[in-house]
């Protein structure tokens, strides 16, 4: 999400006035009267969430404070406001149980926050880092809200639905559904207006693949096949609004795409002694998974590079992982894997070129990828 955003050490220091910092702050936005800038990207980060948290405005007081002993270094605090001063206490109080800031302080009608030192980020829960990545990752395949997310047939998947675009082609989308009827069935039905509709959709669901997204092809529309039609597309959403389907889906993507970053991880804890523990490491392998599955077909050429250029930390690691899987994708959509892989671990655009195909993906998620190590993730994978 930074855009045209000037980075340095992770300080934002500048760029465009109107530029995004996250999804609902600009840069202006972080002026001082003097119009410069400097504000952590954590510290950023830990005001969108708190912005969201809200459900409300939060203004930027960008006056230094004069009553508040010790404040934090340059760009690692800052002085807020919001029309409901105590709503926006009790939401700044939870972000610091949860180590998104060290200190909340009332200034009048105003809170100054400070975000933790930079350099001892607090370890962040296992449940926290696998939502960040199923939240970054739904960023990159839906826009909107990702539950009510309806895609046809442009990439051969025949029908995608929802955060993670569960398809046709790959039996993800069968599979979610299955779950969805074994947990409450009558709520699943209810969502089909006609229950012969109802009917013909289980028929698709419970035939081959082939035949499924040969039906989803003929009922994709535009000249790119990226539109559903109806009704489908409406009962697909009414799916999506069903409170039971979003617990459903969130167990589906833990069950089986937690089974594949835990796999990953073995494999490169197998050939390299560099733990992995960072939240965007972890994202990495997380969306590649989502969009690649595993690293089986790369597990050669990753063996090789391990042995040849000794990563040294979990970027490196991680880096050599990703591109080498990338490198076994369609030629088409090689440079598209890997440059959200990069996006992720480099928390900003990459633009990358493979196989004469260019891509340069954002992602509007990116500010919640801290960079953070997640403490117990095999133990919570496992459980």
């Not at 698709?204 to 000249?223: H, I, Q």
């Amino acid at each position: 999400m930074v855009g045209s955003v000037q980075i340095e050490n992770d300080f934002i220091i500048g760029g465009g006035a109107n530029a995004r910092v996250t999804p609902n702050f600009r840069l202006k936005e972080f002026y001082r009267s003097n119009r410069k800038v400097r504000v952590h990207r954590e510290l950023a980060a830990a005001l969108q969430i708190l912005r969201e948290n809200l459900a409300a405005s939060i203004k930027i007081d960008p006056r230094r404070p004069a009553t508040i002993p010790k404040p934090a270094d340059d760009g690692l605090y800052v002085v807020i406001g919001a029309d409901d001063p105590e709503h926006l206490r009790k939401q700044a109080m939870k972000l610091l149980r949860q180590g998104y800031f060290s200190r909340c302080e009332p200034l009048d009608d105003q809170l100054y926050v400070e975000m933790p030192d930079p350099a001892k980020l607090p370890q962040i829960s296992p449940k926290t880092a696998f939502d960040c990545g199923m939240k970054v990752t739904a960023a990159f395949e839906t826009s909107g809200d990702p539950y009510q997310q309806v895609t046809g047939n442009f990439d051969k998947a025949g029908l995608s639905f929802g955060p993670i675009q569960c398809n046709l082609k790959t039996g993800t989308l069968q599979e979610l559904f299955r779950y969805f009827r074994g947990e409450d069935e009558s709520r699943l039905r209810r969502c089909f207006a006609d229950p012969q509709d109802y009917i013909a959709f289980w028929k698709v669901l419970d035939g081959s693949r082939s035949k499924a997204v040969a039906w989803a092809d003929d009922l994709s529309l535009g000249s790119g096949k990226h539109g559903f039609a109806q009704p489908w597309k409406g009962y697909l959403q009414a799916v999506g609004r069903e409170p039971v389907f979003r617990q459903v889906m969130l167990r589906y993507a833990y069950d089986k795409y937690g089974k594949l970053l835990m796999s990953a991880l073995a494999f490169l804890h197998g050939v390299s002694p560099v733990k992995i523990r960072n939240l965007r490491c972890l994202a990495a392998l997380y969306d590649m998974g989502v969009q690649q599955g595993s690293l089986k077909k790369a597990y050669t050429a990753i063996k090789r590079r391990v042995v040849r250029e000794q990563p040294e930390d979990e970027f490196a690691l991680t880096r050599i992982a990703v591109e080498e899987r990338a490198k076994k994708a369609s030629p088409r959509w090689r440079a598209d894997c890997l440059s959200r892989r990069l996006c992720i671990l480099e928390r900003q655009p990459v633009s990358v070129t493979l196989n004469g195909q260019r891509a340069r993906r954002s992602n509007r998620s990116s500010y919640l990828l801290r960079n953070s190590w997640v403490k117990g993730l095999d133990r919570y994978l496992v459980g």
